[in-house]
């Protein structure tokens, strides 16, 4: 463990890294429909080329997004390991604000070291704890493990402070939603705060009523168009125009983002269950034109393709595809410099249904359905049968490119 805490100490005096935004959520598997604990991570960050990885650690095996340009895999920005310990990360802008300390933006470094290393909540409070103060980073880190544990510890220069999301006193909904400032810090420093609100109001409507989900999280949050602040949904209010009919939109504070990379979601497990029924629901790539691709760690160094790094590509497969609807159709604006505040709904959403999202939406549902089906069977089983996770592999490798190939006549 020292030499661990000595490594990222190294990293943060040399290699000091912009942090990056995102809008996340730790739930009590107390409240979700399946009553297992789930860490969601909307990835936002100029770093938007996105793969997923397998690595052996030191104490536990594990697997998590990477950035496809670190090809030395010293990040990973959300993952899990073979002891059913998941971490993931948002950037905290209101911790340390007066302080006059450096920041590393090193978070990456430690969920890196955590995953190889931690199997508790215990176990990661231990790490935080060893590490030199000023600790060089200012985070909101979400974490769940496989005895129940749900927490996120918003981590500053001085040390950090532990929010249960178990607790009702806390987290009376069961969930907890963390932007990029951290309720410890001081208000109305950092950002993010219409992105936490717009996410407040779409979990609550699910979790009264029929429970989080991982699909939920994926389609109806993580893709929504709703504004918070200004009260307006740019699905239902341009969604209706013919195709081909360009409408643009402003898009800011909006829960996607022109930087919004990955949308990654670790479903663990319940207490006693084996730790390899936990699923990580991989949104790869900019999330209103990608589908999620299921992981799991029996599979080993067996990753999907298209969602495995390519030297050709410089990225992964499914990642490209949806960079390249993006620039192509989604946010297609060239000139001046603000490409990134404007977006045309009429790609995504029109009255012919052949809007990106539209498209998409179909071989969405099939993936969850069939790969709901295979974990119920696994879990009937008792184990992860690592066969049918290459098989299912394979399947998935030939229906995604398929799908893009059919429907926008990309290759992967």
């Given at each position: 463990m020292k030499l661990f805490?000595?490594?990222?100490?190294?990293?943060?005096?040399?290699?000091?890294?912009?942090?990056?935004?995102?809008?996340?959520?730790?739930?009590?598997?107390?409240?979700?429909?399946?009553?297992?604990?789930?860490?969601?991570?909307?990835?936002?960050?100029?770093?938007?080329?996105?793969?997923?990885?397998?690595?052996?650690?030191?104490?536990?095996?594990?697997?998590?997004?990477?950035?496809?340009a670190d090809t030395a895999r010293r990040n990973v920005w959300i993952g899990m390991n073979s002891a059913g310990f998941a971490i993931m990360n948002s950037a905290s802008y209101n911790l340390n604000h007066e302080s006059k300390e450096e920041l590393s933006g090193l978070e990456g470094r430690l969920m890196k070291t955590a995953?190889?290393?931690?199997?508790?909540?215990?176990?990661?409070?231990?790490?935080?704890?060893?590490?030199?103060?000023?600790s060089g980073l200012e985070a909101n880190f979400g974490v769940i493990d496989a005895f129940g544990g749900a927490a996120y510890y918003e981590f500053g220069h001085n040390g950090f402070v532990k929010i249960d999301v178990n607790d009702p006193a806390i987290a009376p909904f069961g969930y907890v939603i963390r932007a990029n400032y951290s309720n410890t810090g001081e208000i109305g420093i950092g950002s993010g705060y219409i992105r936490y609100n717009t996410s407040s109001d779409l979990f609550y409507q699910s979790a009264s009523s029929e429970g989080l989900s991982a699909q939920f999280i994926e389609q109806d949050v993580a893709e929504s168009l709703k504004h918070s602040l200004i009260k307006e949904d740019l699905k239902l209010k341009y969604g209706n125009l013919p195709e081909n009919t360009s409408q643009y939109a402003h898009f800011r504070d909006f829960i996607p983002r022109s930087g919004s990379a990955s949308s990654v979601i670790i479903e663990g497990v319940k207490k006693d269950e084996n730790p390899e029924f936990a699923t990580m629901w991989s949104n790869i790539g900019f999330p209103l034109a990608s589908v999620v691709v299921p992981v799991w760690l029996k599979g080993g160094s067996t990753i999907p393709e298209i969602v495995s790094y390519k030297t050709a590509l410089k990225d992964s497969p499914i990642c490209n595809a949806a960079l390249v609807l993006k620039k192509e159709k989604i946010m297609n604006i060239r000139w001046g410099k603000s490409d990134k505040y404007y977006i045309n709904v009429n790609a995504l959403y029109n009255s012919d249904k052949s809007g990106i999202v539209q498209k998409l939406r179909p071989y969405d549902n099939h993936i969850y359905e069939l790969t709901n089906e295979l974990i119920d069977k696994w879990r009937q089983k008792g184990r992860v049968d690592k066969k049918e996770i290459s098989e299912f592999y394979e399947w998935l490798d030939r229906f995604v490119a398929k799908a893009y190939k059919d429907e926008f006549n990309i290759e992967m």
């Open positions: 805490i000595k490594i990222i100490l190294v990293f943060i005096v040399l290699n000091p890294i912009i942090s990056e935004a995102c809008t996340t959520a730790v739930v009590s598997g107390k409240y979700t429909k399946s009553g297992r604990p789930m860490i969601w991570k909307n990835r936002d960050t100029w770093a938007v080329k996105n793969s997923v990885a397998y690595f052996k650690g030191d104490k536990f095996d594990y697997m998590g997004l990477i950035n496809s995953l190889s290393v931690c199997g508790t909540l215990e176990d990661f409070e231990n790490l935080l704890n060893s590490m030199q103060k000023p």
